[in-house]
């Protein structure tokens, strides 16, 4: 990847994860652990990998996101309103009554929301319908879907896995947010799912894994995945709350707002940060 | 006296979906492995690159109906009852119905007359469970020509579709000249006495009750409910103020179903007895559908019975 297209990309996941602490911070609830953990993987998606066109987000042609892992909706939408498909400033409107932003990813209501999720483990279900119907209807648009560690305890995953490969939904890449903590602690403590590459092969995917914070390494992924003739899992080894040094790999910052001390520690942080890029 | 046609409901799915398929594909049809006993099987055959079987896994695949959904496709999934209601509740609910998407459910083997299969597989709460997600529609038709125009008007609806098809061949009633429309009661026998309003297969058994009470020299008004959700407001009061008494009859639990959802109505505006007929609070279990409906009380004499309680409650 072309070094300036590389900062290019790491200034943009910096303002999406300035987007993520604003939201959260002004809705005083939320999710930024894992919102911050795929600030990369989102960036990639939406600024260089994926078929999309802010202006027209209802295209039957585009390809497809499905936030499986529907909690990490300010990361969702700090990344739609950084490609442009709202205001930046609604950001601010996170978790109100009457903003279109709602807890979990609303998709009558915000543009760019493909799917409405929130429940874990009915995204990549509804990611795989989509798929489906690409491939059904000769439609010929590619899904992605990133999934939570944690969300793979639910069942309904691995239905939805083992039907993608017998239905060979090549047109279909899954990320596994693998940031290793979920609610109750450490998901090696809670019921831990891997190991997630493994299952994912057991289950007749490809499977790669990459350093999910790193943009050529899911660069290179998703340029492997298109060579192979399966849906592909990503395994990102990410770091929750990545960016923000006192929520790095912290259980208590999955679902916790910054009060207004915090916030600005984090956001003197994460405007370093992106200075540094200048 | 002649014959009469029996047909399962569920057939007339099976065969509208097959007529359907010939007419448009822009749909698909999915299945959890009982595509034999749905009846969607009939579609497979007809039309195998168009359904998918996703295996016995209901959650799954109703999600998979609403990623279909979402890229702005039709597609109909058909499971019994007790799992496309039940198990998969939760996924109707927050995949499918939360962003209002145009999946059809069509749900076979519903009620106490799915039979020897006994209660784990007996659904009388799908109707209490469906009615209760916001912008669902839910049709229960009662026989086979209601059946066949419940389908084509689900691929018509804006938004998601639960319909109920029962398993046992029940009694044709209805021919080619009845109309059928989404959110509309049909009053089938005029009367002032007393209203049953009946849903499934208890019309028919309606029907006989009308007779017994004619008999007795009782006039009931007979309507048949066949749209759970949303229900006709309108057919029920003025069915209140013009007989002052109604009995509600459903192959379902008392508790939720059609019911509920005429009371609801009748409280907030004609309060005058409401008489429930269903299923009590209380398991099924194995045994023949008929002697079942016999035993459960979903006869036409156990209609008469409640009708002549609600006449005594008025007032």
Redesign the interface.
């Known amino acids: 990847m072309e070094a300036t297209f590389k900062t290019q990309l790491a200034k943009i996941a910096c303002k999406v994860r300035i987007g993520i602490i604003e939201g959260v911070h002004a809705a005083k609830a939320g999710h930024p652990g894992g919102s911050l953990s795929i600030a990369e993987i989102l960036t990639y998606l939406y600024f260089k990998e994926m078929n999309i066109d802010p202006n027209a987000p209802k295209d039957?042609k585009r390809d497809?996101f499905?936030l499986s892992k529907g909690h990490a909706a300010p990361a969702l939408y700090a990344t739609l309103a950084e490609r442009g498909y709202f205001s930046p400033d609604e950001l601010l409107t996170l978790r109100q009554i009457g903003s279109r932003l709602q807890g979990h990813p609303?998709?009558?209501n915000i543009p760019g929301v493909?799917?409405?999720t929130?429940?874990l483990?009915?995204?990549i279900?509804?990611?795989?319908?989509?798929?489906?119907?690409?491939k059904?209807?000769g439609?010929n648009y590619n899904v992605y879907t990133i999934l939570g560690d944690g969300e793979l305890e639910e069942?309904?995953v691995w239905?939805?896995a083992?039907?993608a490969a017998?239905?060979n939904l090549s047109n279909l890449t899954a990320f596994v947010d693998l940031n290793n903590l979920q609610i109750d602690g450490t998901i090696d403590e809670v019921n831990s799912a891997k190991p997630v590459d493994k299952k994912f092969e057991a289950f007749g995917w490809h499977v790669i894994i990459i350093d999910g914070h790193d943009f050529d390494a899911i660069e290179a992924a998703l340029a492997e995945a298109k060579t192979v003739d399966k849906p592909v899992a990503i395994v990102a080894n990410t770091t929750k709350g990545k960016g923000v040094s006192f929520m790095e790999n912290s259980v208590s910052w999955h679902g916790t707002a910054p009060n207004d001390e915090q916030y600005e520690v984090a956001m003197s942080e994460l405007k370093a940060a992106l200075a540094a890029f200048n | 006296m002649a014959d009469i046609k029996t047909v399962a409901t569920r057939a007339a799915f099976g065969e509208t979906l097959v007529e359907l398929g010939a007419e448009r594909d822009d749909f698909?049809v999915m299945d959890a492995d009982l595509a034999a006993a749905t009846q969607t099987g009939k579609f497979k055959k007809a039309y195998p690159e168009?359904f998918?079987n996703?295996?016995i896994?209901e959650?799954?695949m109703?999600?998979?109906?609403?990623?279909?959904?979402?890229?702005?496709?039709k597609?109909v999934v058909s499971s019994f009852a007790m799992f496309a209601a039940g198990r998969a509740f939760?996924?109707v609910r927050?995949?499918v119905g939360?962003?209002?998407l145009n999946v059809i459910i069509g749900a076979t083997h519903a009620g106490i007359s799915v039979g020897e299969d006994g209660a784990t597989h007996q659904c009388n709460e799908d109707i209490a469970l469906m009615r209760t997600i916001p912008g669902m529609t839910v049709i229960n038709p009662a026989d086979e020509t209601e059946a066949r125009l419940a389908v084509r008007a689900a691929f018509e609806c804006d938004g998601p579709v639960y319909m109920r098809f029962g398993r046992l061949p029940v009694p044709v009633v209805f021919d080619e000249s009845y109309k059928f429309e989404i959110g509309k009661g049909v009053e089938l026998r005029e009367g002032n006495d007393v209203t049953i309003i009946a849903t499934g297969l208890m019309v028919k058994e309606a029907l006989e009750a009308y007779d017994l009470l004619k008999a007795e020299g009782i006039n009931a008004r007979i309507i048949n409910m066949a749209t759970i959700k949303p229900i006709d407001r309108d057919i029920i009061i003025k069915a209140a103020k013009e007989t002052g008494a109604i009995v509600t009859a459903e192959e379902h639990s008392v508790i939720g179903g059609l019911g509920s959802a005429v009371s609801e109505v009748i409280c907030e505006t004609v309060p005058v007895p409401v008489v429930k007929l269903g299923v009590n609070d209380q398991f099924g279990h194995s045994g023949p559908a008929v002697k079942l409906l016999d035993e459960f009380g979903l006869r036409a004499v156990n209609i008469v019975e409640k009708a002549k309680t609600a006449i005594a409650l008025k007032k």
Do not use: W
């Open positions: 039957p497809r499905v609303d998709m009558k493909d799917m409405s929130g429940s483990g009915q995204g279900s509804t990611a795989v319908g989509m798929a489906l119907s690409s059904h209807f439609d069942g309904q239905e939805a083992m039907f017998h239905k | 698909i168009r998918y996703c295996g896994a959650q799954n109703v999600s998979i109906a609403a990623g279909i959904a979402a890229t702005g496709k597609v939760e996924q927050n995949s939360y962003p209002h």
